[in-house]
C-alpha cells in the first residue's frame, strides 16, 4: 500500500508540473466568465433573465459534452503513449512496483485531476452567477453539486474507456486524433442507430439531468449507475489487460 500512494503522489506531481494541465485550469476559469458575460450582454435582446440560479447546471452539458471529454484525453495521452514514446515509462517499473500499482496509479491520479477540474467548474460558475446577481438559494446550490458529483461518475466511465484504447498507441498525438474521431463518431451513432446508446458510455455525458429529474424513476437511475460502474470495471480490466502485456 505504500508502494502504491508514492506511486499515486508521484503521478499526481508529474500532472501538475505538466503545463497543459495549468492551461487547461486557467481556461476553465475563464469560460464561465465568457459565458456569463455574452449570456449578460444578451438579456436586453432576450428580453428574460438567461443567467439565472440554474447557470450552473446549464454550462455543465457543455463542460461534459466537449471540455472535460478532451481534458481526459489530452491527460490520457499524456499518461500513457506520451510516457511509451518517450521511454519514460519504464522507469516506473525499474522501481518495486508491479505493473497493477503503476497502472491503477496512474488511472487514480487521473481521476483525482478530473474531479479537481469539475470542482474548478462548479467554483467558478458558482461565483459567476453570484456575481452577476442571481445567487444561488440552499436548494439550488446542493441541486447543482449533486448533478457536478453525478457528472464525475460519467466522467470516470469515459476515461476508462479512454485509457483501454491509449493502450494501442505508441504516439500521444495518434491517440488524441482517434479519441476525438472515436469520440465523434460515438456521438454521432445515436442518429444512426436508435439502440446504440443503451450500449455506449460516451452516451451518459448528460446522465447528471436525470438525477434533477424528480419524475424520473429511481429504478432508471439506478439501471444507469449500474451501467456506468459495470463501463468503468470493464473498461479498466480491458485496459489493463493490454497495459500488463505492453512492451515498454
Given at each position: 500500500m505504500h508502494r502504491w500512494k508514492a506511486g499515486y503522489v508521484n503521478e499526481l506531481y508529474l500532472l501538475l508540473y505538466r503545463k497543459k494541465i495549468g492551461i487547461f485550469g486557467a481556461v476553465s476559469v475563464l469560460l464561465p466568465i465568457l459565458f456569463a458575460v455574452s449570456l449578460k450582454a444578451l438579456e436586453p435582446v432576450l428580453g428574460l433573465m438567461v443567467v439565472s440560479g440554474s447557470f450552473p447546471v446549464q454550462t455543465l452539458g457543455f463542460y461534459t459534452a466537449l471540455w472535460v471529454p478532451l481534458f481526459i484525453l489530452t491527460l490520457t495521452g499524456d499518461q500513457f503513449p506520451h510516457e511509451v514514446a518517450s521511454r519514460t515509462l519504464k522507469l516506473a517499473f525499474l522501481r518495486p512496483n508491479t505493473r497493477f500499482h503503476v497502472f491503477t496509479a496512474k488511472v487514480a491520479a487521473q481521476g483525482t485531476a478530473v474531479a479537481i477540474l469539475l470542482v474548478l467548474l462548479f467554483a467558478a460558475t458558482l461565483l459567476c452567477a453570484m456575481f452577476t446577481g442571481t445567487p444561488l438559494?440552499?436548494?439550488?446550490?446542493?441541486?447543482?453539486?449533486?448533478?457536478?458529483?453525478?457528472?464525475?461518475?460519467?466522467?470516470?466511465?469515459?476515461?476508462?474507456?479512454?485509457?483501454?484504447?491509449?493502450q494501442f498507441f505508441k504516439s500521444a498525438s495518434g491517440f488524441v486524433v482517434f479519441g476525438i474521431v472515436l469520440y465523434a463518431a460515438a456521438k454521432l451513432a445515436p442518429f444512426l442507430f436508435q439502440s446504440f446508446p443503451a450500449f455506449s458510455p460516451v452516451s451518459y455525458t448528460d446522465w447528471h439531468l436525470l438525477w434533477l429529474n424528480d419524475g424520473v424513476p429511481a429504478g432508471r437511475r439506478i439501471t444507469a449507475a449500474l451501467f456506468l460502474l459495470s463501463s468503468s470495471l470493464l473498461f479498466f480490466a480491458l485496459g489493463y489487460y493490454k497495459f500488463d502485456r505492453k512492451d515498454v
Open positions: 438559494g440552499l436548494a439550488e446550490g446542493l441541486s447543482s453539486a449533486k448533478a457536478y458529483a453525478a457528472a464525475f461518475g460519467a466522467m470516470l466511465a469515459l476515461s476508462a474507456v479512454f485509457v483501454f484504447a491509449a
